[in-house]
């Protein structure tokens, strides 16, 4: 217990001592939501059921994830397709959508910066007006434009009108205007095109913005409730989000717990990874879509 | 997916008109949306497949829309841009709802007369055909799956607490002072619960009892009627429910189906349910269990009158673009699930009831009911006595939302904000307004 | 802000535009026109008989005692969500701006609810407030708490409030730890010269130069319990018990699409639109004065 000669003075240490005990806190207050469900994802139901549940994981976790992975809707407990089904009706949607938004965004934003035309301003109030009209406020109508356009309970009706928002056209029109004039001098004089000039100057720029924005569009799309239980009524269209809400308040027998968690842990897993794997955009992305 | 289905379906038509050698091959594809799961959407989706083997005009193809009220939202949406499902399969409460807008749909009786397929209400059992008949007669809506409410007693339980299982408690009194013993003994944590509340507590219970729910011989007489199920038997029900509360002879056990799980978890010794439920029971159940009907004040009815049907009928909606031979296909697929073989098939594997005289007495002449005991307590239950003008049903606007009404004040009188009467008072006045409303805004559209 | 050096196409800006504006047109304005349309309308839920009745939907949603008792939990309920989720994050972030080593770690952990689905984290946090088998229920129980939010609307509202501002912790921790790492250490120092005590220098100098992250955060805070805490309210309390859950966005979504009351529904709908404009407005407001340096 030799102390090192450059001891810090005792009132440094106590700071130091409570910030990590505070954080501590924090970090367990956000992780034991999360422990105390994948503990319940490995468990059987009777185990779960006698208070107080278990605290380290138990030997269930493959009978669970793999019922719900591969079963799924048991007839009358959970009356939902398998697990797997509904991952991937989320990853078409969150897909979908990011990259969707991304494309009509940037090709939007890249009109109103480096042209001059008629109605300009205007296109682009329009554009940032849709800031102001979520779903929330025109549910029922909503419901109404679908169905007659006929894309109830399809993907094209559970992505392509989340596709239009205005944050990610704010955010490369944003950007856009910070490219210096001098490129653009630099590639009329090389008889470049717009195209030309989008696809080899414009693009690569945009690199990281893409991927920041890709991230947060990416939970966005995953993460979307309202849209989904409004447009996908039919049980295959359902996402993994939607699909474990039902597990919960449909019960016709008693709840599964242990699947409900298995589902919700499945259903949180890959937006979490997302923001791990690429938290450096991840936190550019929050900074910049909220400005 | 459902696009391209669609544009094949169109393609499939077009062929018909203009190729005689293709319309042999090419089948009118009759849609039918339907909102239950379980046992009940798997059969009814197998019946569609028999049909479809069975003959080569039509193809039935059946699809899950979500639950009741998501399903009748999005059917509801599709009549509104000309494009509904041919038959949609819409829940008890949404009954009076389609009875004032007849001009959405066809009536089963006359869909089967125009395709001059044999068709015969008088079949079905009294309090189904009631239920979904216009008065003269014209059956408006297929019974499909046709249940009630009864009680759901845990024998095990029961013996537990010294009480016995073969002798159930009949009346309300009798329920209260075995929940008690139940909760004395610490035979189970709580005595009794009911699931769809305002189906139980308030209509079936207003049936047996013999009690109006309105004027207007229960909203059949006019969209005028006026909601005044505010007395003191109704509230005393209600009250019962709070005071068994205390002490846990009664657990509120939620809105919907919630309830279920707490009987055949073994929480609750007795469970108030539809009989649609009984599959699901005698499947997760790891105890005995037996059927009682639903319990009565013996100081309001001496003999308790018939209680109603609840479950779903079938629809056929009208839309401009129905060609004749479209309305025989949904002729030619009702006709096939009205067929007793059928209803019996559907009764025995879901514990809905049969819903023609035929089936019933095809499955008692099977001897069904002896080997299954239990099963006949809701349909003797249904027909028993003669009906009153408060034990055939009723037929309101809006009757959904105003069963959450009911929810919503008596879950206040549980939670002890205030009396039994007031939450009758208030789901009254609130249901009053929401009938008000309903009746202006179909006013013009007669 | 403009670029002077520009294309000459003159098609071109519209064919890029055009699948944004056609999408914006068919799926947000042809739908709100058409809420407002149908929130001066009274008709049936099929469209036999329709109509017009002018504000008379919207006097009735604005006169019913339930209504106005549903804006006022509203109001509540995302103050309490707002609350509950800044206070710690900022805790948290005053903590974390202290800390030299570990302070990305701590970043990656508590920054993940973020990326939950509402549904999801209400899902989590009910299973541990489920009152016979809940983690946190089980020893309340024991203390003799009895605790059921099926039934008791106080202990719903409770499960909703955490499970809400739970998931938003660290998205607010992050934009605290950022806007207290940008303030100059030579301030905070001076002040401590001063002989300023560590809490007052907190009061008088950090958190008044923390404020527009602050009035930022309390916007984008007050817009998500509004509005994106439906997932959670649906997939854990339904509105209930009694009404004791319902927020507005909760209620119109019941009352058009389960009741098909359509007028009504879409005088709260254009009620609704007010509201997120009024935010849109004060949070552009603010940001157009922090760009416009």
Known sequence: MAAPLDTPAPKSVRRDWIPHVVIAIGIFITAFPLWVAFVASTLSNPEIAQAPMPLLPGNQAGANYGEALLQGGRSGRILTPPVWEMMLNSTVMALSIAVGKIIISILSAYAVVFFRFPFRMAFFWMIFITLMLPVEVRIVPTIQVITNLNMMNTYAGLTIPLIASATATLLFRQFFLTIPDELVEAAKIDGAGPMKFFRDVVLPLSVTNIAALFVILFLYGWNQYLWPLLIGTDARMQTIVIGMSKMIDSAGGPTDWNMVMATAILALLPPVLVVILMQRWFVKGLVETEK | MHTRRTLLAAAAVAGLACSPALAQQARTPISMWIGVTGPAQEEIMRYAQEFNASQTQFEAKVEFRGQYPEQRAAAFAAFRAGNPPHIMQMFDAGTGDMFALPRATIPVSEVMQRAGVQFDPAGYIGPARGYYSRPDGTMNSLPFNVSTAVMFINDDIFTKAGLDPSKPPRTWPEVIAAANQIRERNAAECGFTTTWLAWTMLEQYSAIHDLPLSTEANGRGGLNAVLNFNDAPRARMIQTLVDASRNKAFQYGGRSNDANALFVAGTCAMLIQSSGGHAAIARDLKAKFSVAPMPFWPDVIAEPKNSIVGGASLWVFNAPNRSAEELRGVAQFLAFLARPETYVRFAKATGFLPATNAAFQTMQAEGFFQQNAGRDVPILQLTRGTPTANSSGYRFGRWTEIRDMYHEEVERALQGQQTAQAALDNTVRRGNDALRQFERSVGAAN | ?293
């Open chain 3, 1 to 293: 802000m403009e670029r002077k050096v520009v294309f000459p196409q003159k098609l071109l800006p519209y064919l890029l535009l055009a699948p944004q504006i056609a999408i914006t047109l068919v799926f947000f304005f042809w739908p709100a026109g058409q809420a407002i349309w149908m929130s001066t309308l009274l008709q049936d839920p099929l469209g036999f008989s329709v109509q017009f009745v002018g504000l008379e939907n919207f006097q009735a949603v604005l006169q019913d005692p339930a209504y106005l008792a549903t804006m006022q939990r509203t109001f509540l309920f995302s103050f309490g969500v707002t609350a509950l989720s800044m206070i710690p994050a900022l805790l948290l972030a005053v903590m974390a701006d202290r800390v030299v080593r570990g302070a990305t770690a701590y970043k990656t952990i508590l920054v993940i609810p973020y990326a939950i689905a509402p549904a999801v984290a209400g899902a989590l946090w009910l299973f541990l407030f489920q009152p016979s088998i809940g983690t946190i229920a089980y020893p309340l129980r024991l203390i003799g708490i009895d605790w059921n939010p099926r039934i008791d609307g106080t202990d719903a509202m409770i499960v909703v409030l955490i499970a809400s501002a739970w998931k938003q912790i660290g998205y607010n921790f992050l934009f605290f730890l950022a806007g207290l790492q940008s303030i100059p250490k030579s301030l905070i120092e001076a002040a401590a010269i001063d002989g300023a005590r560590e809490i007052r220098r907190f009061w008088t100098i950090v958190f008044p130069l923390l404020s527009p992250t602050t009035f930022f955060l309390l916007v984008v805070n007050l817009t998500y319990a509004f509005f994106d805490t439906f997932g959670v309210i649906h997939a854990v309390t339904q509105g209930g018990p009694g009404k004791s859950t319902e927020v507005l966005i909760y209620k119109a979504w019941y009352d058009g699409l389960i009741a098909q009351d359509l007028g009504r529904s879409s005088a709260q709908a254009v009620i609704l639109m007010f509201i997120v404009i009024g935010l849109t407005v004060i949070q552009f407001r603010y940001i157009e004065r922090k760009v416009h340096y």
